[in-house]
């Protein structure tokens, strides 16, 4: 079990039931049977919010790095962040995307020309229309936030047309489906040609499959074990070099919940030297 886990801490390429399964054998599923799958994909996705905010902006407890001072923070958070997004304003405010989280930069096009947004905030916003040094124009824009969006001080006229947005996107939520989408043995059971992963340890047509592994069915028959169909599996979509340190503080979460807190602290150092 311990060598399963380690392969796939050397190898990094996790799908969400081997992040659980993995997450099982940190937490000695064998002899503590006591977490249901809906707790582990709680503390998974709990995990991975928690990745991301420490290294967008570990404002709680500041450290030596983040999103926009250290390389391999961005190298590790390159799979939320989309394509840059042409958005239509709607007088000066630019609407968040559905799947907005964090802010990383801006440009707008107006009258043509494509001008850097620079911050401001409620407190700045109302004076720097009165400093002839920072106001805002047309060539030097400056953007708020509010619920409705992304606001932009600029000149009095002039035709906003477009804005171009880099952000970070909201991850994805990570679940191995419902309970009742897991399948049991039989003999009618598969539909050939769908993609499945083992749940647990599986056979069909006569290979074992291990807890993760996907196949093609090829029969309708499912010999032993548990398989769930991948389609409805969404699996997490950091990129795969920090899933083991996902795996750690997800069970480090769970050892919280038992009170076991050495566990859990020396989880989480884990994760710090990692």
Not at 55 to 79: A, H
Not at 115 to 143: C, I, M, Q
Not at 213 to 239: K, Q
Request: a negative charge; aromatic letters at 10%; charged letters at 20%.
């Amino acid at each position: 079990m311990l060598l399963f886990f380690y392969t796939f801490e050397k190898t990094k390429t996790m799908n969400i039931v081997q992040m659980y399964f993995n997450a099982s054998i940190l937490n000695d599923r064998e002899s503590s049977a006591r977490f249901l799958d809906e707790q582990y994909m709680y503390a998974i996705n709990a995990a991975i919010v928690m990745t991301i905010e420490d290294r967008v902006d570990n404002i709680k407890k500041p450290k030596k790095y983040s999103l926009e001072s250290v390389q391999r923070v961005r190298d590790e958070l390159y799979t939320l962040i989309p394509p840059t997004s042409t958005i239509v304003p709607v007088g000066n405010v630019i609407a968040y995307p559905l799947d907005y989280s964090h802010f990383l930069k801006l440009q707008v096009v107006i009258d043509g020309e494509t001008s850097w947004v620079r911050p401001t905030n409620y407190n700045e916003s109302g004076p720097l229309a009165d400093n002839p040094w920072k106001k805002p124009s047309n060539t030097k824009p400056y953007f708020d936030q509010d619920n409705a969006g992304i606001v932009i001080y600029r000149g009095a006229t002039g035709s906003f047309t477009s804005a171009l947005l880099d952000y970070l996107k909201t991850p994805a939520k990570a679940t191995m489906g419902n309970e009742t989408n897991k399948i049991l043995p039989g003999a009618l059971v598969l539909t050939i040609g769908l993609v499945y992963v083992a749940y647990d340890d599986s056979v069909h047509n006569g290979v074992t499959y291990v807890t993760g592994t996907t196949f093609t069915a090829v029969s309708t028959v499912l010999t032993s074990g548990t398989v769930i169909l991948y389609s409805l599996v969404t699996n997490c979509d950091l990129p795969e070099k920090i899933h083991g340190e996902v795996v750690r503080l997800a069970s480090a979460i769970m050892s919280g919940t038992i009170s076991d807190m050495d566990k859990k602290q020396d989880l989480k150092n884990d994760n710090k030297d990692s």
